[in-house]
T-cell receptor, first 112, second 114 residues
Framework: QKEVEQDPGPLSVPEGAIVSLNCTYS??????FMWYRQYSRKGPELLMY????GNKEDGRFTAQVDKSSKYISLFIRDSQPSDSATYLC????????????FGTGTRLKVLA | DGGITQSPKYLFRKEGQNVTLSCEQN?????MYWYRQDPGQGLRLIYY???????QKGDIAEGYSVSREKKESFPLTVTSAQKNPTAFYLC?????????????FGDGTRLSIL
């Protein structure tokens, strides 16, 4: 079993829809959770960064962490064609380690 | 503009050849990282460096080498010993290597075999 599982998609939604992207994980030591957006032929861009459980909102994006279920989510409200990209989750333990574990990414297509 | 610059964008390697990928950052970050990205797989760590003149192997270091002679620069050499080098290579940096310091990425180098 992989430490981090992420549905590869592709996920196709109409413009304006609410998008839910998810990752599950197995290591209860993970405390830091990141979401990156990666456009084709580009590097990942940090979207959201959260510590421990709870929600964090930034504009149209909301990151949610449920440590009891080992489940994290990224919600995108009022999705736009420019949101079409691959979304990567990443997580790290609290011990000061350099080590991030990445999901394989979910490809999202927002149709105009 | 602060950021991470990777060059070249595309690189081709012949059999038996070593090639070097460049990574430069002007963010004044102490820590730098090299990852490999393959289709259907998460990013895998090749090497990382916490300070100048120091670096550590990641999960898939075999067939790769690095140097860290300057804070701004962390070049990666893909040696002939790396039998499956075709991939997208990503360089990242963070202020230091603590978990609470998110990593920021360059735009990658795509390496292919001729």
């Amino acid at each position: 079993q992989k430490e981090v599982e992420q549905d590869p998609g592709p996920l196709s939604v109409p413009e304006g829809a609410i998008v839910s992207l998810n990752c599950t994980y197995s290591n209860s030591a993970f405390q830091y959770f990141m979401w990156y957006r990666q456009y084709s032929r580009k590097g990942p861009e940090l979207l959201m960064y959260t510590y421990s459980s709870g929600n964090k909102e930034d504009g149209r994006f909301t990151a949610q962490v449920d440590k009891s279920s080992k489940y994290i989510s990224l919600f995108i409200r009022d999705s736009q064609p420019s949101d079409s990209a691959t979304y990567l989750c990443a997580m790290s333990a609290i011990s000061g380690t350099y080590k991030y574990i990445f999901g394989t990414g979910t490809r999202l297509k927002v149709l105009a | 503009d602060g950021g991470i610059t990777q060059s070249p964008k595309y690189l081709f390697r012949k059999e038996g050849q070593n090639v070097t990928l460049s990574c430069e950052q002007n963010l004044n970050h102490d820590a730098m990282y090299w990852y490999r990205q393959d289709p259907g797989q998460g990013l895998r760590l090749i090497y990382y460096s916490q300070i100048v003149n120091d670096f550590q192997k990641g999960d898939i270091a075999e067939g790769y080498s690095v140097s860290r002679e300057k804070k701004e620069s962390f070049p990666l050499t893909v040696t002939s010993a790396q039998k499956n080098p075709t991939a997208f290579y990503l360089c990242a940096s963070s202020p230091w290597t603590g978990s609470n310091q998110p990593q920021h990425f360059g735009d990658g180098t795509r390496l292919s075999i001729l």
